[in-house]
């Protein structure tokens, strides 16, 4: 920083420091005398006098390391001076035009950004907003970064607890924000509150308020992937607002307006979309209720058209609850916030990049676009739809060969997932590795497990334990599924099973080596279907038997 002491032996004065002079722009309040320490050591300055109301480090007059904030500032006073009269940066202008779709985030951050320097003006100085965004991008301990938004979204008092719709706004946020980057345009959820319950209550459990560090530590190991996307865009909207507000008097400013088109094309190539997977299925949510637990007719199930206002009836709220799908928008967006990134990675496309060619930038240009693909999470298995039972379960998930969820919904609205990184095999042993995950969704989010060699499916193997489960320790798992997929222990307690769906979380690839598979075993059972036979093997085969019994001694197309 520019401002020192000439000494350390309280000697020097002020007048000797050459940054005396030029730490004060034209916008800085003038400094009271002594408040460069020019009294002597650096302790002497009383504590009452190292801010201004506004909130302002009084001794802190160098320049801004971060040119594009000290741009975004005086941008900002500007439209503040025009509008209220007041040389600073208030809340609603910087909610206005730094956070223009997302004014609550920005009400939000400008308060906190007053807490913390102090201020006693509804206002923050020009200095002070300064010095409180270089603070605020300067933060690069993960930990820190999700506390500071964890009180951010709180009640900012002395007391500093957190309490439930707190947290729910943060997470609600988060998913708004993500959404409103979808690769397939702005999404909403009508499962969405009960999604962001589940993970309220999970913390909380039944506490009134909590302290931000236990919140945090709880984020840390259930959800450790849903807040920082909040802070890259954060962090992107303080470092290029100075170039998207357009003023009518700098039209001719280059670096400070620049065309809609640019705006456009920098949010689409920011990448917030890639966290939330797109889940290619369609949206069983229809207009009209469907009768006999299906989605437009697909299960031979009738629509019926229901007058609008009248409440469901018992039976309709059944089948309409047994038709909501295992994994709604909301909870891919949770699970790709909690499990770790391999499940959700952004899939990478090659460019058809040609030496040759004479436009070599646009190929790579296109190269980075292309690599920018978001996750595609395909539907395996839905036992609604596939029939129920071991045999179907098998049929879907073996041999796909890249990283996949299971879904368990049991009675008691409870729902599990348990994610594997690795292809599904039947062995006597436990597979996994360093991404295989146990979770409980429904009612209440929790990460049960997440440790290598935690899996184990064996449906025909003699004197092993049969069906599928879940937990490191082989004597006391966490999930056990029996071997017909029926029912799931759960804290020693038996569930039954009313539907499975199995999401695979790979490439297209790894699902087009799986349909070839299933190809190939198809034409190898019809090719084992005709056995050719001798004579001699016809005079002991029981179909013989059978047809003489039904009166045809002459088996030979000639003799029919």
């Known amino acids: 920083m520019g401002n020192t002491h000439s000494s350390s032996n309280g000697k020097g004065s002020g007048s000797n420091s050459p940054s005396k002079t030029k730490g004060n722009g034209a916008n800085e309040p003038k400094q009271p005398n002594g408040g460069n320490g020019a009294t002597g050591a650096p302790g002497a300055m009383a504590r009452g006098m190292t801010r201004t109301a506004s909130g302002a480090d009084i001794q802190d007059r160098a320049q801004t390391q971060f040119q594009p904030v000290d741009k975004l500032g005086r941008i900002l006073a500007k439209k503040c001076e025009e509008q209220h009269g007041i040389h600073g940066v208030t809340g609603d202008v910087f909610a206005r ?14 308060r906190y950004l007053r807490f ?58 988060c998913y708004n924000l993500a959404m409103a980057h979808y690769s397939d345009g702005p999404q909403t959820c009508r499962l969405l509150n009960r ?19 236990y919140i945090c530590r709880w984020l840390e190991n259930n959800v450790p992937r849903l807040v920082p ?36 094309a920098g949010e689409a190539s920011y990448g917030l979309e890639l966290q939330t997977p797109i889940l290619e299925k369609t949206n069983p949510f229809g207009k009209d209720l469907t009768v006999g637990g299906g989605t437009g007719g697909v299960l031979g199930g009738t629509s019926m058209a229901r007058e609008p206002g009248k409440p469901l009836t018992a039976d309709e709220r059944e089948r309409l609850k047994n038709q909501q799908p295992l994994l709604p ?52 298995y839905d036992s609604r739809l596939d029939g129920s039972g071991t045999n179907r379960f098998l049929h879907h998930v073996l041999g796909y060969r890249g990283p996949n969820l299971i879904l368990f919904r049991c009675e008691d609205d409870l729902l599990f997932c348990v994610a594997n990184p690795n292809e599904w095999r ?37 004197g092993y334990p049969k069906g599928l489960r879940a937990g490191s320790d082989p004597r006391k798992p966490i999930l056990i599924v029996d071997e017909h997929f029926e029912r799931l222990e759960y804290r020693s307690l038996q569930h039954k099973i009313l539907s499975i769906e199995v999401w695979g979380c790979g490439d297209q690839q790894q699902r087009d080596v799986q349909l070839d598979i299933k190809k190939w075993q198809v034409k190898e059972a019809e090719r084992q279907r005709t056995v050719k036979m001798t004579a001699a093997d016809w005079m002991d085969h029981p179909d013989r038997y059978l047809l003489e019994l039904g009166g045809r001694q002459n088996y030979n197309n000639s003799s029919t």
């Open 329 to 380: 928008l909301s909870e891919a967006w949770l699970l790709a916030g909690s499990l770790p990134p391999l499940y959700s990675k952004p899939q990478s496309v090659a460019a058809p990049i040609n030496p040759n060619s004479a436009n070599l930038t646009s190929h790579i240009f296109l190269a980075k676009l292309l690599s920018l693909v978001p996750s595609h999470w395909t539907s395996l």
């Open 195 to 213: 999604t962001l319950d589940s993970v309220v209550q999970s913390c909380f459990f039944s506490k009134e308020s909590l302290s931000p560090g």
């Open 229 to 264: 996307p909040i802070h890259k865009y954060c962090v992107h909207a303080l470092s290029t607002s100075h170039r998207t507000i357009i003023d009518n008097s700098m039209v001719s400013n280059s670096e400070t307006v620049v065309s809609i088109s640019a705006i456009n």
């Open 116 to 173: 913390m320097s102090h201020a006693k003006t509804e206002h923050l100085g020009l200095v002070a907003f300064r010095q409180q965004c270089e603070r605020f991008l300067a933060l690069l301990d993960d930990s820190i970064i999700l506390e500071n938004y964890v009180r951010m979204f709180g009640d900012l008092n002395e007391s500093e607890l957190i309490k439930p719709e707190n947290l729910k706004n943060l997470l609600r946020t």
């Open 97 to 110: 035009y730094v956070f223009p779709k997302y004014p609550d985030l920005g009400l939000k951050l400008f």
């Open 426 to 462: 039947e062995t006597h042993l436990y597979i996994g590795d360093e991404g295989s995950c146990c979770l409980q969704l429904l009612p209440k989010f929790q990460m049960l497990e997440k440790k290598p060699k935690s899996l184990y499916l064996n449906t025909h193997i003699r």
